[in-house]
């Protein structure tokens, strides 16, 4: 195996809401089906790593639930695995993961005990879908000590959320700068990262003892001029979950053909925790168009627009519009859902009237009973 | 010495021979049911909902897709470092090789494999049968009478108690007699082919009967020598859903009960779930001009036209202007633009090209298998090609690769047959 996996799952992210309140980003149910850390866990073991950290921390109850069996993902084996790494206390270390290259200071034992020559960093919130193989090869070709994989993205408002790279002709990063405000380029880090493994373990332990914490501000963008940092460009699908409008446009995007033939109609698939629910059931008095549904939903509604998750009941004459209703929701009839995010296992009774805005959708937090 | 308590042998190397070309590559327990299952699906995961770790799975006709399906067990969490499921398949043995010869006589040469689990009781089951029942519970009702063997029992109505093997029992359920088929029925129990053996007891009898018949047959030899011999013998009584899925009609009935709006039988409780062999779990899609009404839609499915009182399995595409009713449409199949779609069963990896009719035409029995395809229903076998713009009668059966030559003047009239090699996929 030339890689060991870790991904960073333990953000939280408060642009989110309610939706973040009670889980990891990485958490964020996607697609009908998915849960975000789905994407690179999946793409870890599509890409031949099978022994896979997540450092979870914020809010990780779901992700551990999620995450209940290695098997899911073809990582129950003896020569890899899954390793759930939350911060423990021990006789010297009382502390919370202060940042993320911390994370991984605190659960170097991991990558100590690995023989593998390379680490592969992804974030645990992000939707795409990459041959990480493709990277370690170009990370070899390149002769490159740390490399980046980015984006392009022209929208100068959205890019000020990223790690903002600029590069040379030969695609070597010269500068690095995380979130800025006036961004230099329009190229933005996707957190992908791969380096070698030894010198994971070096830096780390070196930024660490200086109280340093950030993999990115501390690691990366301080050594940008000192080490090999390329960037390598990924003009696939990619999305962020880390606001509202982010999180409701993804999951729309589901709707489109070639998204769901890119994740789920091409192999290797996106993996996810089978829940083992009957199919959909869609009942006499069911309209449901330009929906995805997820299985064990039972419908008897009106559904337009919409990404219905696993579970959900729809009650007759109920109307579902431009909405997202996650696992376990059950909706009542004549009841009417507009512009809006209703969380797992609400019960929206007979009758109910739930709008947003287009511009805003409405957030129904976990369980919560409408009307 | 390793033990288990109860160990269950799970018979499905049956073909099915009344399923027609749907059991022309694979044993009827390895037959789609209800979209995302297989027939087999029912027993396993009774079995692991009852507690029941250990499962001998004994197969022998055509077994590549169960043994695919069943792997090492992982959808119903059989994959056991001790334990587990296990498929046995008939071997050569040093005098001679021998085949499977009947449902007792599967079991008599798996004695090693059972005796290897220490077990008290031992559990037979047949693959046949679309059903949830915990057999926890029917041990409990086996230790309380004591009994050496335990039979589940149904009542079915007075008027088809004769198509069953029935059982005639005393006040306390201890049966006396067994009648097979009988036109003049004593008793409404039919025996589910569903047994509680104490496995010295079952041990014993097998290797007795083993010298008298060399088809040894639980129904036919065995029960009714224990019996004989005075065996306290019960039948469980069992109420709930319980189908046989041995012929198209029948088999069609059972995915039809699926579909309406309160099924008789329950998938979607939370607990005692189904589970299969399904780990690429993606969700469906229903366009924007869709019309899906009474149907089961399984995962992956994505409908463009209209499906109307149907079950739909994994990864089924049904296009722009294509109309599916009354239909099984299995795992994979595609159904091209604007076809029509009436009363038909598809089987794996189907399709179907643009502006196709099947189901159309006169009720006539199928012209080499009457007694097979005779309610209408036409059936595609697996890996089926069909070419745009023919016309498909019912009680039809097409199989294989198919090009327009293959249909007279774009035709083929009711009950009549195309069959050409089914491993055959796509071209040849």
Not at chain 1, 25 to 38: E, F, L, N, Q
Not at chain 1, 320 to 335: P, Q, Y
Not at chain 2, 70 to 93: E, F
Not at chain 2, 307 to 327: F, H, M, P, Q
């Amino acid at each position: 195996m030339k890689a060991v996996g870790i991904i960073l799952a333990g953000g939280k992210n408060e642009r989110l809401g309610a939706l973040s309140a009670i889980r990891a980003t990485s958490a964020m149910p996607v697609g009908s089906c998915y849960r975000a850390i789905d994407f690179p866990l999946s793409n870890m073991t599509n890409s031949g790593i099978n022994k896979v950290a997540v450092i979870t921390q914020y809010n990780s109850r779901s992700l551990h639930d999620h995450l209940s069996s290695p098997k899911w993902w073809d990582l129950g084996s003896k020569q890899g695995g899954l390793f759930i790494l939350s911060p423990y206390l021990t006789n010297e270390n009382s502390l919370w993961y202060r940042d993320t290259a911390d994370s991984i200071y605190q659960n170097l034992t991991f990558l100590k005990r690995s023989n593998e020559p390379y680490v592969v960093i992804s974030s645990g919130d992000c939707v795409y879908k990459m041959d990480y193989n493709e990277v370690i090869a170009y990370h070899e070709r390149k002769g490159a000590e740390v490399t980046i994989a980015y984006r392009r993205v022209p929208d100068s408002d959205e890019i000020r959320q990223y790690g903002v790279i600029e590069l040379d002709e030969n695609e070597r990063v010269t500068d690095l700068e995380e979130k800025p405000l006036d961004p230099q380029s329009d190229l933005a880090s996707i957190g992908v990262y791969v380096m070698s493994r030894t010198l994971l373990i070096e830096l780390v332990e070196t930024i660490v003892r200086q109280g340093r914490y950030d993999l990115v501000r501390d690691l990366f963008a301080r050594y940008r001029k000192r080490l090999k940092i390329y960037g390598y460009r990924f003009d696939g699908f990619w999305r962020n979950l880390n606001n509202v409008h982010a999180y409701f446009d993804c999951n729309m995007e589901f709707l489109r053909r070639d998204v769901r033939s890119l994740f789920m109609g091409t192999f290797p698939y996106i993996k996810t925790k089978p829940k083992d629910e009957p199919p959909a059931k869609y009942n006499a008095g069911a309209v449901v168009n330009n929906c995805l549904v997820g299985s064990g939903a039972i419908l008897n509604g009106n559904a337009n627009r919409s990404i219905i998750f696993r579970k959900v009941y729809t009650g007759e004459n109920s109307q579902v519009n431009n909405a997202i209703i996650m696992e376990g929701t059950r909706i009542g009839n004549n009841a009417i859902i507009e512009n809006a995010i209703v969380d797992k296992e609400v019960e929206i009774r007979d009758g109910a009237q739930i709008r947003g805005s287009v511009e805003m959708p409405l957030i129904i937090s976990k369980s919560s009973k409408i009307g | 010495m390793r033990k288990k308590e109860m160990i269950a042998m799970l018979l499905a190397g049956g073909q099915g021979s009344r399923l027609g070309v749907l059991t022309t590559a694979k044993a009827k327990p390895a037959v789609s049911f209800g979209g995302k299952y297989r027939v087999i699906d029912f027993p396993m995961s009774n079995c692991i909902n009852s507690g029941v770790d250990t499962v001998g799975v004994v197969t022998q006709y055509q077994p590549l897709q169960l043994n695919q399906h069943i792997g090492i067990g992982i959808p119903w969490d059989l994959d056991r470092r001790l334990g587990g499921v296990t498929i046995l398949a008939p071997y050569l043995k040093s005098e001679q090789g021998e085949w499977y010869t009947g449902t007792a006589n599967a079991i008599y040469q798996n004695m090693e494999y059972i005796d290897g689990y220490n077990p008290d009781y031992v559990l037979i089951l047949s693959g046949d049968h679309i059903y949830k029942m915990n057999y926890a519970k029917m041990l409990d009702f086996h230790k309380q009478n004591k009994c050496d063997v335990s039979i589940a029992a149904l009542e079915v109505p007075w008027e088809e108690a004769s198509r069953f093997g029935l059982m005639n029992v005393h006040e306390d359920n201890r049966i006396h007699e067994f009648e097979e088929k009988p036109p003049q029925p004593k008793s409404n129990l039919a025996n589910m082919g569903i047994y509680i053996f104490n496995w010295q007891v079952l041990r014993d009898a097998l290797e007795r009967d083993s010298k008298i018949h060399n088809n040894s047959d639980f129904g036919m030899h065995v029960l009714p020598m224990l019996l004989e011999e005075g065996a306290r013998m019960y039948a469980y009584p069992f109420s709930g859903y319980w189908k046989d899925v041995g012929t198209i009609e029948s088999y069609w009935m059972a995915n039809m009960d699926l579909v309406k709006t309160v099924p008789e039988f329950n998938l979607y409780e939370d607990f005692d779930k189904i589970y299969t062999d399904a780990d690429h779990q993606p969700p469906i899609y229903t366009g924007p001009n869709a019309v899906v009404q009474g149907s089961l839609l399984s995962e992956g499915c994505e409908v463009l036209g209209s499906v109307y009182n149907s079950v739909l399995g994994t990864g089924v595409i049904v296009e722009a202007g294509a109309e599916v009713r009354d239909s099984i449409i299995m795992q994979d199949c595609y159904i091209g633009a604007n076809s029509n779609l009436n009363r038909v069963i598809a089987d794996t990896n189907c399709s179907v090209g643009d502006d196709v009719v099947i189901g159309e035409g006169e009720n006539t029995p199928n012209a080499d298998k009457p007694n097979i395809y005779n309610t209408g229903i036409t059936v595609l076998g697996e890996n089926t090609t069909i070419p745009d713009r023919v016309i498909i009668g019912k009680n039809c059966v097409v199989c294989g690769h198919t090009y327009p030559f293959n249909y007279q003047d774009g035709k083929l009239e009711s009950g009549q047959s195309i069959i050409r090699d089914h491993h055959m996929k796509g071209g040849e």
